[in-house]
Nanobody
Framework: QVHFVESGGGLVQTGGSLRLSCTLS????????LGWFRQAPGKEREFVAA????????TYADSVKGRFTISRDNAKNTVYLQMNSLKPEDTAVYYC??????????????????WGQGTQVTVSS
């Protein structure tokens, strides 16, 4: 079982920045594809960004492209989500997730195997 520690959420004004961190307790961290998802009240969970286990390469939802950056530090078993130019519509609980099948492509949303507990991000207008 992988243990997640998510942090970095909070309250920020429109246009502000936050950096989310997610540290995993696993010696296989470098072999995981990692993703960030979010869920706003009354809405379904949606994909935000992912970073591959090899390369690495990244992919983003259109709604955050150019504003958010996902990165990973394998030495620290940590994945980050730098969020800039935040908007009220970014308000949500943000979750990190891992996929461990060593795909040569980005995982589909339903293929993620383990999930963190989530961290709240609130952007005030």
């Amino acid at each position: 079982q992988v243990h997640f520690v998510e942090s970095g959420g909070g309250l920020v004004q429109t246009g502000g920045s936050l950096r989310l961190s997610c540290t995993l307790s696993s010696r296989y961290f470098s072999t995981y594809a990692l993703g960030w998802f979010r869920q706003a009240p009354g809405k379904e969970r949606e994909f935000v960004a992912a970073v591959s286990w090899r390369g690495p390469s990244t992919t983003y939802a259109d709604s955050v492209k150019g504003r958010f950056t996902i990165s990973r530090d394998n030495a620290k078993n940590t994945v980050y989500l730098q969020m800039n130019s935040l908007k009220p519509e970014d308000t949500a609980v943000y979750y990190c997730a891992l996929e461990n099948s060593l795909y040569s492509r980005f995982p589909r949303d339903y293929e993620y195997d383990y999930w963190g507990q989530g961290t709240q991000v609130t952007v005030s207008s």
